[in-house]
């Protein structure tokens, strides 16, 4: 609102609130003995820094990574002591580069948090959307809003970047981006529409990940990949174990298992923290298996932030 009221840019606005805020939270954090950091997908203005102040308030504990890979290596090398990806969007589905990087990397999911994601097609000026000849954006979100491209810009040329923030950098005056409000008005951008997306309920879940045995695992949703023998049958085994355990399975993945054509591994996860009993069972019809988490959706991270 002050900064309609101004010709100062909007970002220096905001970046003066910021600090001021900072102070205070950096002060709060002093008493408690709080010095924890958390990694995500940058810049400022991506929906993934939307979804971490969500959770955190500030910017002050945030660490900002050009890829999600980034994102999990500075946690398994213990540089943050937390990280935040996207695991699924409604539309999308499953983000696979991430979920396969959660089974090779050496960290643990203790939390998930969910986002809605309202997409705007963004400019540097006021612009006609005929005149618009390129559009920007990460391939989710140009994924996400591929109706409203088909029926308003099918003439213009799609580059791929690797965050919707990022696209923001590469616009000139004839290019449009698709971005979040938030870096829109950070970086004092012209809204030629909102809310863009294909679907209205445009949800997305983020892991909040940790390095593996940094604390106790507890929740109520327990996240593992296994793999099975190739014979007839094999995967159903394995889903009998959760059937009659009466344990749903809110979400089941094959994916590749990079060991020749054909062979897959699967990732579930249950809605139970699984039993020692419930596990010996499980071993028994996979191959092998690997719990990657047990979790419950977290609102904010303030008691994990100063109790840890």
């Known amino acids: 609102e002050l900064s309609a009221q101004t010709d100062l840019n909007p ?75 996207p695991i699924e969007n409604s539309i999308n589905g499953t983000v696979l580069p991430v979920l396969d990087a959660l089974l090779n990397h050496d960290v643990e999911v203790f939390g998930e948090t969910k986002l809605e994601i309202i997409h705007c097609l963004v400019a540097k000026r006021k612009l006609p959307l005929k005149d618009i000849k390129v559009i920007y954006s990460h391939p989710q979100a140009i994924a996400q809003c ?37 870096a829109a008005r950070l970086n004092k951008l012209y809204i030629l529409r909102k809310g863009i997306q294909d679907i209205s309920k445009n949800i997305t879940r983020f892991y ?18 296994f793999g099975v023998e190739d014979r007839p049958g094999a995967l159903k085994d394995v889903l009998e174990v959760f059937y009659k355990r009466r344990i749903n399975l809110r979400k089941l993945e094959s994916r590749p298992a990079r060991t020749g054509l054909g062979d897959y591994i699967f990732f579930v996860e249950a809605e139970k923290n699984l039993s020692d009993e419930e596990l010996i069972e499980l071993k028994e019809v996979t191959t092998f298996y690997k719990i990657i988490g047990v979790f419950d959706e977290i609102k904010r991270l303030d008691d994990i932030w100063i109790n840890s």
């Open 11 to 85: 970002l220096y606005i905001q970046q003066i609130f910021d600090a001021i805020i900072n102070l205070t939270k950096e002060e709060e954090y002093k008493v408690v003995g709080v010095r924890k950091k958390l990694a995500l997908l940058g810049p400022r203005g991506s929906f993934s820094e939307e979804a971490a102040l969500n959770l955190v308030g500030s910017r002050l504990p945030l660490v900002y990574c050009s890829t999600t890979d980034e994102t999990i290596k500075l946690v398994e090398d213990g540089k943050v002591d937390y990280g935040l990806v």
């Open 146 to 182: 591929m109706n409203f491209i088909n029926n308003y810009l099918p003439h213009a040329e799609i580059r791929y970047t690797s965050s919707t923030s990022d696209a923001i950098k590469l616009l000139d005056e004839y290019s449009a981006a698709i971005a979040s409000e938030n």
């Open 208 to 225: 909040l990940i940790r390095k593996r045995g940094k604390g106790e695992r507890k929740g109520s949703i327990t996240a593992l990949f």
